[in-house]
């Protein structure tokens, strides 16, 4: 079995990261459109309680990036932490047995964990470097041969942005952005 490399992130409460995890195992997880929207919403619903700013994101298969800032009494461990287990807590029982089959050797070895126990979180100090990153950020279902333009990918804060879906502060307005993936997820319920 892999060992995992665990990364050092900031201690420091309130610290705007760029922040990336991915699925144990790299198991596809949320391959369907259904399970990406759902997370959409579990990462939005969890930045709404921990009172979180979220400026840019993106879902994809088995990994996601985002740019987060806990607040201010808050690291960003504390929060990618609450971000993981939720989702999965919310998520799990949408998974098709297909899509869990993938991570069934771990199913028993450590209740129900699906996400990599570490997390890779940057902190950014200067609005360049996170202009750098959420460009890569918006930029990742077109390299992955998704999309062919950033702005087509609905599982990405660039769409969200395109639609207006922004805060005076220049972070998602989360209200509209869970308003916007409410109506895309009823488009994949019977």
């Known amino acids: 079995m892999p060992k995992y ?24 997880l949320f391959i369907r459109d259904e399970m990406k ?8 619903r969890d930045c709404v309680k921990e009172q979180a700013r979220l400026y840019s994101f993106v879902a994809m298969s088995n990994h996601v990036h985002m740019i987060i800032k806990p ?3 808050q690291r960003i461990s504390t929060l990618v932490q609450a971000i993981k287990v939720n989702s999965v807590t919310r998520l799990r029982k949408y998974w098709l047995p297909s899509e869990l ?19 890779r979180g940057n902190p950014l100090h200067t609005k360049a470097v996170a202009d750098q990153k959420t460009s890569y950020i918006h930029a990742n279902p077109v390299r992955a ?3 062919n333009l950033p702005e087509n990918y609905v599982w990405s804060s660039l769409n969200l942005i395109n639609l207006g879906m922004m805060s005076e502060d220049e972070t998602l307005d ?15 319920l019977p």
């Open 37 to 44: 929207t759902r997370f959409c919403l579990s990462l939005i």
């Open 145 to 147: 041969g998704l999309v």
């Open 71 to 73: 607040n201010d009494r």
């Open 101 to 119: 089959s993938q991570a069934s050797m771990q199913d028993s070895l450590n209740r129900h964990k699906y996400w990599q126990a570490s997390f």
């Open 174 to 188: 989360l209200r509209l952005a869970r308003d916007y993936y409410d109506h895309v997820l009823n488009d994949y």
């Open 5 to 28: 490399k665990h990364y050092v992130n900031s201690k420091e409460p309130g610290q705007l990261s760029y922040m990336t995890s991915t699925c144990l195992d790299w198991a596809h």
